[in-house]
């Protein structure tokens, strides 16, 4: 591995995001508006934005930089600038980590700005700190990222790359608690929850938002084991990413 | 004392795609020689380029480069490729770009003005790539290849659809390259670039039909033209195999 080419990767990802106006401009503003749609439908009832607030900044980063990163990859593969990259003296865990890190930050961006809405404009009830609201969006981000990377191996063009969001994302938002609580659900599916890394964002997400705790920094110790299950889960996505990037091709 | 021997390519197969697209080939390439590959779309040149640029799974055979296995880790930043297809990021501008792959070979950043100025395109470098015309998207390209001079230079079709005086310069920059000790390989489909070559590999149906230099090809087959010369040679090995 080598610093000087991650941080080049990484430099250069946010580059041609900078170039790209509007894709920058909806990464920030649309999570902001579907936490304020979602505020405005609960505001009568006064009680379901604080249950459902929390899982939504869970998936929100999740699912933009899982599509992000799928198909900027692939437009990657496809272009033929991986090719003369990993010709290069590139590693493999340079081209990554680069990536991981571009996208760490975008989402450390998106999801202060989503977190600081919640809190002080729409008045979600935090009983955690705030700031780990804002650790574990980074975690999901980055599950996102390693996972989209993976599935840009196997799909040839962007339309295949879309699809693998209802493919791959969509049964792990369904499973995640959201809908029904995970211990309620027939147990096949509740296990099969059990495996899926979502549900653990969700639940750290949650857990943050529902309780304090007298231990370091404020945080129930149940979340730190959530935010590993995440961080293992986008760490695995990440070296069987590796495994797909080829310097040699057929 | 190095090793003169840039490029050993040794009874090399390729299947590609399901098809055999190289076919049992061998030539080297010393250093300080520009060597054209040339032969028509489909011939097999893509896949013999990629593989001494070492991205190319090979079927069997051997390819060395400056003495290790093609695709060597301590080749990296020794070997400027140039792909058929130009491999720049649309959405960064020409000096980004460049900026960019200069970070990862660990290139001085004034290789970046000296490999713009070499392609002529210091006018567009403020420009994003994707508003480039096909030729200049090419020569962003080619910039890339050149960077940190290069001890090989592997490029494949570079000179597509360029204006006549800058496919000249661009020829005249290969030879200075080779002058100062760098063996330049540079496949083609157009016949009539051949006589800038030192040195020819006319290639068809994955196989090297004639290895020589572009003069000694004329007088080998008594023809006018390497076009004609290349003809008398499918035509003699064709009646060689009825």
Same mark, same amino acid.
């Given at each position: 591995m080598n610093p000087r080419i991650l941080l080049a990767v990484a430099a250069r990802v946010l580059r041609q995001l900078r170039h790209d106006h509007r894709t920058a401009a909806m990464l920030l503003v649309l999570p902001a508006l579907v936490l304020t749609l979602l505020w405005w439908m609960f505001d009568e009832r006064g009680f379901g934005f604080d249950r459902l607030g929390p899982p939504l900044l869970a998936l929100i980063p999740f699912i933009v930089m899982f599509l992000v990163t799928s198909v900027t990859t692939l437009r990657e593969r496809s272009s033929g600038t991986l090719e003369r990259l990993l010709a290069m003296p590139t590693g493999k865990l340079d081209f990554l980590g680069g990536y991981a890190l571009a996208f760490g930050l975008v989402a450390m961006v998106q999801s202060v700005v989503a977190v600081l809405l919640c809190v002080w404009v729409l008045g979600l009830d935090v009983a955690g700190p705030v700031w780990m609201l804002t650790v574990v969006a980074v975690a999901d981000a980055v599950l996102g990222s390693s996972l989209g990377l993976f599935v840009s191996a196997f799909a040839r063009t962007e339309f295949q790359a879309v699809q693998f969001m209802p493919a791959i994302v969509i049964p792990q938002i369904l499973l995640?608690?959201?809908?029904?609580?995970r211990d309620e659900m027939p147990t096949v599916l509740s296990a099969l929850s059990d495996v899926l890394p979502l549900s653990y964002a969700v639940d750290a997400m949650s857990t943050v938002s529902a309780t304090a705790s007298s231990s370091f920094g404020g945080v129930d110790p149940a979340v730190w084991g959530d935010l590993a299950v995440v961080v293992g889960f986008g760490a695995a996505a990440l070296a069987l990413g590796a495994a797909t990037l080829r310097r040699r091709t057929a | 004392m190095m090793n003169n021997v840039a490029i050993e390519v040794s009874d090399l197969h390729v299947v590609r795609g399901g098809v055999? $697209?190289?076919?049992g080939v061998s030539f080297s390439v010393p250093h300080g020689q520009v060597a054209g590959l040339l032969g028509p779309s489909g011939c097999g040149k893509t896949s013999l380029i990629r593989s001494v640029v070492g991205v190319q799974i090979v079927e069997s055979g051997t390819v060395t480069v400056a003495g290790k296995p093609a695709g060597d880790a301590s080749l990296r930043h020794r070997i400027g490729y140039v792909t058929q297809a130009p491999s720049v990021y649309?959405? @960064?501008t020409v000096e980004e770009n460049l900026r960019f792959f200069a970070r990862v070979l660990g290139a001085d950043a004034a290789e970046v003005d000296r490999c713009l100025t070499a392609v002529d395109l210091d006018a567009q470098r403020?420009? /994003? $790539? /994707?508003? @480039?015309s096909g030729g200049q998207r090419s020569r962003v390209s080619l910039a890339v290849a050149l960077l940190g001079s290069p001890d090989l230079l592997v490029l494949d079709e570079p000179t597509v659809g360029l204006d006549p005086v800058l496919r000249r310069d661009l020829w005249e920059l290969f030879h200075r390259l080779a002058a100062d000790g760098a063996a330049v390989l540079v496949s083609s489909h157009v016949m009539d670039e051949a006589e800038r070559c030192d040195r020819l590999l006319l290639m068809r149906e994955g196989k090297i039909l004639a290895d020589d230099s572009p003069a000694g090809m004329l007088a080998r087959t008594g023809e006018q033209s390497i076009e004609h010369a290349f003809l008398s040679l499918v035509e003699a090995s064709t009646e060689g195999v009825s």
């Open positions: 995640c608690g959201l809908f029904i609580p | 055999r $697209a190289v076919d649309d959405d @960064l403020r420009q /994003v $790539a /994707v508003r @480039l």
